[in-house]
Structures are given as C-alpha cells and as structure tokens.
C-alpha cells in the first residue's frame, strides 16, 4: 500500500539553529499540505500545494518557516532560526485534487527544540 | 469562516458497550467532512468520509458516522467498542477557499474504552 515518507522522525535541536524536514507524498497526489501539531491539539495547515504551487500559506510564519515543492513531487519544510515554541510534530500529507478526496498522512517529524 | 467543533476532550466507554464521538461543523456551502484516528507518536490514519447521499456512512474498523445537515453534526459511532479502540479522533471539513480545498481540523477527542 503506498503511504507518504517523511523523514526524519525525530529531531532535537538547538534553537536559533536552522532545521528541515522531508516529505514524498503518494505518487501521483498533486496536493501536498504541512500541518503543524502540538501535543493535545488538532492539525493546524501551515502551507498547502497544489503541483510545485503554494496555493495556501496564509498560517505558515514566513519570517522564519519556508517550504518548497520544486517539481511538484517531494517537499521540503525549514525552520530558520528554530524556536522553543516550534517544539511540535510536523505532519505531511497528500491527496488527489478534489474537495472530496481525503488526505493520506506520513508519521511525521517530531521536533524538540532545546 | 469554516470551522470544526468537538465538543468532548474525553470520552470514556466500556468495552462492548456503543460509543459516540461528537463532531459540529459550520461551512459554507457543501460540507465535505472526514473523521482521521491517531496512536500515540504516529500520523493520522483516515477512517470515513460524507461526501453525499446517504447520511449513514460506514468505514474502517467498524467504524460509521451519521451526517446530519439540520444540527450541522456527523458523530462517529460503533456498536461494541474495543480497549484496541483507545486513541485520539479528529473530525476535519473540507472547505473551499479559492478555488482550492482547505481541511480543517477539530481539536480531537480521546476516547478510552476500558475492559
């Protein structure tokens, strides 16, 4: 059964340090999404694509949080400087084009920042 | 705005008896709404979804929801829970913005089914 990579899944850093996360969505998905998640809390959408197009980043913290998804496959999701409060599990996700069609999730990535 | 309420941080059941999670939602438009089970240290896995028709939907794990459009809720339901059942559930809607689909997501209830 295809499912989406994420790597790593455990990651402790330093803050002000710069870190980043990878993901491969199932083949074929067009919409990938970045959801945030802090313990005991739901899914917050941090970025969203649709191809290599972000096409919502309306709650992704551009002044320290990029993500890229350059030939509309992979993903990427860095965080420069890292701060305490970006300790969370950052989650990927991948989905046929379609408001009916439900998104596949990876294991996630959980970030400690020390 | 779109939104996802479940009202319940808890839910607390015993093994064998029926268990309802409570999920409210407010979009505009359709709702497109999906119900995702999470383990500890792991992602969402999904287990049902209502796109139309029939207001019962069934899904993974014996899993079923009811979509009902005039109190605007789809609660998930199972006849006879299982301890195995024992995670935390989110309720999510689809909503358009855009031309595109946001999902959003409730805060999730944990549910313990005890022996």
């Known amino acids: 059964e295809a499912e989406v990579a994420q790597s790593p899944r455990y990651k402790i850093t330093e803050k002000s340090q710069a870190v980043a996360f990878w993901c491969d969505p199932i083949s074929g998905h067009a919409t990938l999404y970045w959801y945030r998640q802090i313990l005991g809390q739901g899914p917050e959408l941090l970025v969203q694509f649709q191809d290599e197009s972000v096409v919502d980043d309306s709650q992704l913290p551009k002044d320290r949080f990029s993500a890229e998804r350059l030939k509309g496959v992979d993903s990427t999701l860095k965080i420069q400087p890292a701060e305490l409060g970006d300790s969370a599990m950052y989650l990927c996700?991948?989905?046929?084009?379609?408001?009916?069609?439900?998104?596949?999730f990876g294991q996630g990535t959980r970030l400690t920042v020390v | 705005a779109q939104s996802v309420a479940q009202p319940e941080d808890q839910v607390n059941v015993a093994e064998g008896n029926p268990l309802t999670v409570k999920c409210t939602y407010s979009v505009s438009g359709n709702p497109y709404l999906f119900w995702y089970v999470q383990y500890p240290n792991r992602g969402l896995q999904f287990l049902l979804k209502y796109i139309t028709g029939d207001n019962l939907v069934k899904g993974s794990y014996g899993f079923e929801a009811e979509f009902n459009k005039s109190q605007t809720s789809f609660h998930l339901k199972k006849p006879s829970a299982l301890v195995s059942d024992s995670a935390l559930y989110f309720c999510a809607v689809r909503a358009r913005r855009g031309g595109y689909n946001k999902l959003i997501f409730g805060a999730g209830t944990r549910l313990a089914v005890h022996p």
């Open positions: 996700a991948s989905s046929q084009f379609g408001a009916n069609t439900e998104a596949f």
